[in-house]
């Protein structure tokens, strides 16, 4: 009987042994704590009281820069029609009496060629050489074809462009020295509008059948100076000019003894 007891006793005995073994002696796997679970405090605040590590709570977002707004696009057909300069009213062409009245002269090709839709009167062809001479003077290209224009049937050669090149050579002044108020004083500057006024031949018979001249007056010579037509049909053409292109007085202040 009691040998029955002892057994009993180191039973128990030992039982109490095992479980007080403390809870970090047993062989269990440890358990890896997450950064949030690290944060929590023993207090056990709950998980949205809790301020997460600002690494943890900021988003990939793109950066935004501060960047002026495009201007408008002025290209097309609003930039065109802003560039663009008003278009000029055409040059009006009045003739009465051999007296040819412009109110502008032409500086381009196209705005001469608006012109010379009347040469059947002898006096617009002669007016408008003067306006394709002064063209000459500013672009030589436009004034050649300006000048071939008056010609007709018979286009310039190239002895007819030097003969031109040469007389005009440092003459700009030489068309408009047979306008109106252009004299040797003011640098031959016409009045405007501009007005070229012409004589009748004093001498008709000297001109074959089909030809005709008309003279022009300017304050940088004594004598008119004539140019001489043929025509063509209804219309009448240039033929000779050369005394139109002859030298005249030299401005004032291109005069050395003036």
Known sequence: MKRIVSLLLAALTLSAAGCSKAPE?????????????????ESGKRLDEIALPEAQTRQDQPVVTDQAEPEPDQTGAAAAEQAEP??????????????????????????????CNDLTKPENTCALFLLA??????DKA???????????PR????????FIRDRLRDKKYLPLAYFD???????????????????PDQRPQDCEEGYMRLF???????????IKLRQKGDNWYLWEYSSILTGIRVPAQEDPWA
């Open 155 to 162: 286009p310039m050669t190239g002895i007819d462009s030097q």
């Open 25 to 41: 002696a047993l062989d269990m796997p440890s358990k890896t704590q997450s950064p949030v679970e690290q944060a929590l405090p």
């Open 142 to 152: 436009a004034g050649e074809k300006a000048i071939d224009m008056l010609r007709g």
């Open 216 to 226: 022009l007056k300017t304050a940088g010579a004594d004598a008119a100076r004539p």
């Open 181 to 199: 108020g252009a004299t040797p004083e003011n640098g031959y500057g016409p009045t405007q509008p501009y007005v070229l006024n012409f004589y």
């Open 86 to 115: 008003p278009a000029e009213d055409p040059i009006t062409m009045e003739g009465k009496d051999m007296q040819i009245t412009f109110d502008r002269l032409p500086d381009t090709l196209e705005e001469f060629s608006a012109l």
């Open 133 to 138: 001479l002064n063209l000459y003077t500013k």
